[in-house]
């Protein structure tokens, strides 16, 4: 694994277990230190996590966690939903067994890791699920612009009390959509898609979560001295 590889791994996966607060300045200088790295992979990645959609870089102020308001992730459910309904209806028509086990297993994956109560996985394999969703649309258009929308959900999840009431409710209504595109029943499975988005539209609430962050030496290893072990 490459320097700006792990380090990109590191701070998604930091961002995404709200060990990371926030409003909290994501400082070059001070992950730099953490990871013991000079500032220019550290730019790099900072510049990737903000093409994800996971980082917002402010001219003169810095990079910080990106932060959608209510409006933004209220817009963006309402493209996912158009994008998920439109790539069903695809799929019931073209979807293999294969295809079929693979989300059945997700959804398996998925409740799994909720029960354990590691959110942070299973918001992973919620956006796994919805993602083959729309790659069943072998529209590749679709495909590239819902990963873009599929970050900023996470972002959001990842730091509101929406992630505790509704992800787990996820796996359940994901068995809805499988059963009804197993049927190959078009008006059904556009429709479990719809009440599926609708509860969650009904759980948002623009309350972020607490966190324990202390310093980024706490939370990160440096990149040479893991990888001289």
Do not use: W
């Not at 102020?61 to 994008?83: H, W």
């Not at 086990?101 to 590691?118: H, P, Q, R, V, W």
Request: glycine share 2%.
């Amino acid at each position: 694994m490459s320097v700006e590889e792990y380090i990109f791994s590191e701070i998604k996966n930091a961002i995404f277990n709200r060990k990371i607060p926030l409003n909290y300045k994501l400082s070059e200088e001070t992950l730099a230190q953490a990871f013991g790295v000079s500032r220019t992979p550290i730019r790099a990645v900072l510049k990737k996590l903000q093409h994800e959609k996971i980082v917002q870089i402010i001219p003169n102020k810095g990079a910080y966690i990106y932060q959608p308001s209510e409006k933004e992730i209220s817009d963006v459910f309402q493209l996912r939903l158009l994008l998920e309904k439109e790539a069903v209806k695809i799929a019931c028509q073209t979807m293999s067994a294969q295809q079929y086990d693979e989300l059945e297993n997700m959804t398996i994956k998925e409740e799994e890791e909720f029960k354990k109560g590691d959110y942070e996985k299973g918001i992973e394999l919620t956006s796994q699920f919805h993602h083959f969703l729309v790659k069943l649309s072998n529209n590749n258009f679709m495909i590239n612009y819902n990963h873009e929308l599929l970050n900023i959900t996470n972002v959001y999840l990842a730091f509101h009390d929406t992630v505790q009431i509704e992800c787990p409710m996820s796996p359940k209504e994901h068995r809805g959509i499988i059963e009804a595109l197993k049927d190959k029943d078009i008006e059904e499975s556009v429709n479990a898609v719809d009440e599926h988005f609708k509860h969650i539209k009904k759980h948002l609430k623009y309350k972020t979560q607490s966190s324990n962050f202390t310093t980024f030496s706490d939370i990160f290893s440096p990149y040479k001295k893991l990888n001289n072990e």
